[in-house]
């Protein structure tokens, strides 16, 4: 089983910036890919920032040039730092993580951090 810490959601005025991270602990031998999803209300869960284990970023149209993801591999934390954010980008954003746990994938999510932007 693998569980996963996410912290740093909050609420803020367009513009500002928030940092969310995310730490992977458990069982599990390596990190295939991990990175962050958002839900927003009356929406379906959407893709924001991925990262896999060799650095292959994946990411949402709406965010790019706003949003980083970044990767610390020896704490199995995942970071996403939002700047420029907007009304839209409000939502409860889920850490994802795929992991490899003897020659198969897994899958988990975390439960979720509610970012509020207001304009």
């Known amino acids: 089983q693998v569980q996963l810490a996410e912290s740093g959601g909050g609420s803020v005025q367009a513009g500002e910036s928030l940092k969310l991270s995310c730490t992977a602990s458990?069982?599990?031998?390596?990190?295939?890919?991990i990175g962050w999803y958002r839900q927003a209300l009356g929406s379906q869960r959407e893709l924001v920032m991925t990262i896999t284990s060799d650095g292959t970023l994946n990411s949402a149209d709406s965010v790019k040039g706003r949003f980083t993801i970044s990767r610390d591999s020896t704490k199995n934390t995942v970071y996403l730092q939002m700047n420029s954010l907007k009304p839209e980008d409000t939502a409860v954003y889920y850490c994802?993580?795929?992991?490899?746990?003897?020659?198969?994938?897994?899958?988990?999510w975390g439960q979720g951090t509610q970012v509020t932007v207001s304009s």
């Open positions: 458990g069982s599990f031998q390596s990190i295939e890919n």
């Open positions: 994802y993580v795929s992991v490899v746990w003897y020659e198969s994938y897994r899958r988990y």
